[in-house]
């Protein structure tokens, strides 16, 4: 297989606080893979160096100059209608087709002249999701992007993440707090801890028995502990 | 009035007040009821008016009828000399407002980009901002003598400061989270300014034009009541002279018409421009 980014000894301060350090991480084409860790532990910063959005202080990262990132808020130009959205920075004329097929592949087709305001949170998520895609990107980077939905939404957001992560083949790293969504859509599961990658998971070994026993264990690695296993 | 009115007839009513109305009985307004009433009072106010003047024994003096005034307005347009004035006066504030808009919104763009042209340029610019530029009208006369470019020099320095304002604080209001996708995009540098930031600034950048068109009228006003030959000012001053008080309110009227008719252009921009904006996006009447 080959990798979609591959990450070695990874360093990052803020000041004098050290949020990343001696971090290595290898994402190969077509997976997915799931980052949880509590809030502070670094992930977001792991991303958001891997987006090229913030500088490092040591360590290389490997992988395509700019991969295709979707943020937490779905972050559409309010003044452009939808394909302007999705087709942005790419100035082939082949732009608005390639806008408008992304935009079918996300269950958005004849919605290209509409504006983003017309759309609910989770149909301006899949915009985003198209504006992402759209490029074929090597590498996917999804920071909590579903975390502002509803239940029901984010549900159907998974199953539709996964198929078109399944078409394209990207690599793909989601940054979530929500254990669940990483057990629902990864390959691999990653826990983060003071800056490095303490723990891994093989999300399909470790279900084969359900996946309650995992579960568990990430919650543990995330120091929650549930009151009837403490029993 | 060759208006569309079935777009607007759901807007024009609000619910509430058909409710109230519907309570008591009578009937609900259609939108073209209402503008008709809405032209009533301004209509019955110019008949009183006219009725004052002609037998209520007003001196035509003091204040000429309605009818006076559109006689003399008549008598301009026929002779030709109204277009001729008119033509004078909108030729400088169009001229003032493209220079002193255009220098405005340049400074405005380069100090809203860039933190080291604010550091140079932004303290001066207030400075000067601060003068009420009114006040700099005898200076004018003797930088500029009492010809065309005094006038459009006044006007423009009225017109720069709104828009380079705006300008900037439209540019910096450009909201950061937006800049981020441009860069994972990979938008070009060009692309970043036609496609984020102006578009992003227009709000503001409009409102500073609107702002601007009425201190352009402010500035012609004053600036055309020096020494001039031509011009709705001039008409006014040369009217004073001769108490021609029918003329000065014609002034008075055609000034009025025109702020009206440039609010309505910055209204027609702002709909076109801001189609997109939650704000604009009906017809609204304000």
């Given at each position: 297989?080959?990798?979609?980014v591959?990450?070695?000894?990874?360093?990052?301060?803020?000041?004098?606080?050290v949020?990343?350090?001696?971090?290595?991480?290898?994402?190969?084409?077509?997976?997915?893979v799931?980052?949880?860790?509590?809030?502070?532990?670094?992930?977001?910063?792991?991303l958001?160096?891997?987006?090229?959005?913030?500088?490092?202080?040591?360590?290389?990262i490997?992988?395509?100059?700019?991969?295709?990132?979707?943020?937490?808020?779905?972050?559409?130009?309010?003044?452009?209608?939808?394909?302007?959205?999705?087709?942005?920075?790419?100035?082939?004329?082949?732009?608005?087709?390639?806008?408008?097929?992304?935009?079918?592949?996300?269950?958005?087709?004849?919605?290209?002249?509409?504006?983003?305001?017309?759309?609910?949170?989770?149909?301006?998520?899949?915009?985003?999701?198209?504006?992402?895609?759209?490029?074929?990107?090597?590498?996917?980077?999804?920071?909590?992007?579903?975390?502002?939905?509803?239940?029901?939404?984010?549900?159907?957001?998974?199953?539709?993440?996964?198929?078109?992560?399944?078409?394209?083949?990207?690599?793909?790293?989601?940054?979530?707090?929500?254990?669940?969504?990483?057990?629902?859509?990864?390959?691999?599961?990653?826990?983060?801890?003071?800056?490095?990658?303490?723990?891994?998971?093989?999300?399909?070994?470790?279900?084969e028995?359900?996946?309650?026993?995992?579960?568990?264990?990430?919650?543990?690695?995330?120091?929650?502990?549930?009151?009837?296993?403490?029993? | 009035?060759?208006?569309?009115?079935?777009?607007?007839?759901?807007?024009?009513?609000?619910?509430?007040?058909?409710?109230?109305?519907?309570?008591?009985?009578?009937?609900?307004?259609?939108?073209?009821?209402?503008?008709?009433?809405?032209?009533?009072?301004?209509?019955?106010?110019?008949?009183?008016?006219?009725?004052?003047?002609?037998?209520?024994?007003?001196?035509?003096?003091?204040?000429?009828?309605?009818?006076?005034?559109?006689?003399?307005?008549?008598?301009?347009?026929?002779?030709g000399?109204?277009?001729?004035?008119?033509?004078?006066?909108?030729?400088?504030?169009?001229?003032?407002?493209?220079?002193?808009?255009?220098?405005?919104?340049?400074?405005?763009?380069?100090?809203?980009?860039?933190?080291?042209?604010?550091?140079?340029?932004?303290?001066?610019?207030?400075?000067?901002?601060?003068?009420?530029?009114l006040?700099?009208?005898?200076?004018?006369?003797?930088?500029?003598?009492?010809d065309?470019?005094g006038?459009?020099?006044?006007?423009?320095?009225?017109?720069?400061?709104?828009?380079?304002?705006?300008?900037?604080?439209?540019?910096r209001?450009?909201?950061?989270?937006?800049?981020?996708?441009?860069?994972?995009?990979?938008?070009?540098?060009?692309?970043?300014?036609?496609?984020?930031?102006?578009?992003?600034?227009?709000?503001?950048?409009?409102?500073?034009?609107?702002?601007?068109?009425?201190?352009?009228?402010?500035?012609?006003?004053?600036?055309?009541?020096?020494?001039?030959?031509?011009?709705?000012?001039?008409?006014?001053?040369?009217?004073?002279?001769?108490?021609?008080?029918?003329?000065?309110?014609?002034?008075?009227?055609?000034?009025?018409?025109?702020g009206?008719?440039?609010?309505?252009?910055?209204?027609?921009?702002?709909?076109?421009?801001?189609?997109?904006?939650?704000?604009?996006?009906?017809?609204?009447?304000?």
């Amino acid at each position: 297989m080959s990798a979609a980014v591959t990450v070695r000894a990874l360093r990052r301060r803020y000041g004098e606080r050290v949020v990343i350090e001696g971090l290595d991480l290898r994402i190969e084409t077509g997976e997915f893979v799931a980052m949880l860790g509590e809030s502070g532990c670094g992930k977001t910063t792991l991303l958001r160096a891997l987006a090229g959005l913030d500088p490092v202080d040591g360590g290389r990262i490997d992988g395509p100059a700019q991969p295709a990132v979707v943020f937490q808020e779905h972050r559409l130009l309010p003044w452009a209608p939808l394909w302007q959205n999705v087709a942005l920075g790419i100035e082939t004329p082949e732009a608005k087709p390639q806008a408008v097929a992304a935009l079918r592949e996300v269950g958005l087709a004849g919605r290209e002249n509409d504006w983003p305001r017309n759309l609910s949170g989770g149909q301006s998520q899949r915009v985003a999701l198209a504006r992402a895609l759209v490029r074929e990107p090597r590498l996917l980077l999804l920071d909590e992007p579903f975390a502002a939905l509803d239940a029901l939404t984010r549900i159907k957001m998974h199953a539709l993440i996964k198929d078109l992560v399944a078409r394209h083949r990207p690599g793909v790293l989601l940054v979530t707090h929500d254990v669940d969504e990483a057990i629902a859509i990864a390959d691999r599961i990653l826990v983060m801890r003071a800056g490095r990658i303490a723990a891994s998971y093989d999300v399909a070994a470790e279900t084969e028995a359900g996946s309650d026993r995992l579960r568990g264990k990430l919650l543990g690695e995330l120091g929650v502990t549930l009151h009837d296993r403490a029993a | 009035m060759a208006i569309d009115l079935s777009t607007r007839a759901p807007r024009t009513v609000p619910s509430g007040y058909r409710a109230g109305h519907l309570a008591r009985g009578p009937r609900s307004w259609s939108a073209r009821e209402l503008l008709v009433l809405s032209w009533l009072a301004p209509l019955l106010f110019a008949l009183a008016w006219e009725a004052v003047c002609r037998f209520g024994g007003m001196n035509e003096q003091v204040m000429p009828a309605p009818s006076a005034v559109l006689a003399t307005a008549w008598t301009l347009v026929k002779d030709g000399s109204l277009f001729v004035h008119l033509g004078y006066s909108l030729l400088r504030a169009a001229t003032g407002f493209l220079i002193g808009g255009g220098i405005g919104f340049g400074l405005g763009l380069i100090v809203g980009f860039s933190r080291l042209a604010e550091a140079l340029l932004d303290r001066s610019i207030q400075m000067i901002r601060a003068i009420p530029f009114l006040a700099l009208l005898p200076l004018v006369i003797v930088w500029f003598g009492v010809d065309e470019a005094g006038k459009i020099f006044l006007v423009s320095l009225g017109v720069l400061f709104p828009i380079y304002i705006n300008t900037v604080l439209g540019i910096r209001q450009v909201d950061p989270k937006l800049l981020e996708v441009a860069k994972v995009t990979g938008l070009s540098l060009r692309g970043r300014i036609t496609k984020i930031i102006l578009p992003g600034a227009m709000p503001s950048i409009l409102t500073g034009v609107r702002y601007a068109l009425a201190v352009a009228w402010l500035a012609l006003v004053i600036a055309e009541t020096i020494a001039t030959t031509k011009g709705i000012g001039f008409l006014a001053m040369d009217a004073r002279e001769f108490l021609q008080t029918n003329v000065i309110v014609l002034t008075i009227v055609i000034y009025a018409a025109i702020g009206v008719i440039a609010d309505g252009i910055a209204r027609a921009l702002e709909r076109r421009l801001l189609a997109w904006h939650p704000n604009y996006a009906r017809e609204e009447r304000r």
